[in-house]
């Protein structure tokens, strides 16, 4: 049983994270049929590893002191409680990342993605999702030419927390735009602006 589940595929000597879900409530195993109820865009994986490195199916995550995962649990269970809403039977947040490359060393996980021709993005991002929070942090200019292909991603509502105005900002982030990750951030905006996205359904 686990809340957290993804696919580890090796490319060479490298790990990469794909279709990585986050559900609200506990579950044996992931099923196609299970219930996307928005998603989240970060840099790239970081020190969460498969609990079964040979496997290339969907498998429970070990989060090995990664915070992001259960941060963003907590807050949208927080955000259902606050709706008064029943969460979805088998509900998941949909994680994409800017690169798939698992490593928490960002500086050294960039320098490592410089040796792969065209890396593979997440079939997911082809999805339609009800919503879209973006967490990718500020300005980097050698993380914008990943950043580009998430304007065509397919959303109902798009929205990221703006440390410098402490407010949510109800659009998609320019690459320029500093949006928040969830490290150290304030729960309390976050958890009312998506428990109005919530409310509306």
Known sequence: MSFYWAKFIKIGRDTFRYDTRIYLQLISEPKDSDACIGA?????????????PLSITLQQISLDDDKLLPNVRSIVSKAYERAEKEIEPRGYIQVLNIFYLCNPDLDEAIAVMSTHNNPVPCQSESMQFPWVWYVWGGENSTLS???????????KRHFYFDP?????????PCLRDFARHT???????????ISE???LG
Do not use: E
């Open 40 to 52: 989240i865009v970060g840099k790239n994986p970081g020190s969460a590893k498969a609990s079964d």
């Open 145 to 155: 030419k990943f950043k580009v292909r998430f304007s065509g991603l397919k959303a």
């Open 164 to 172: 410098v105005i402490k407010k949510v900002i109800d659009q998609k």
């Open 183 to 193: 490290q150290g951030l304030t729960h309390d905006v976050v958890v009312d602006y």
């Open 197 to 199: 996205l919530i409310k």
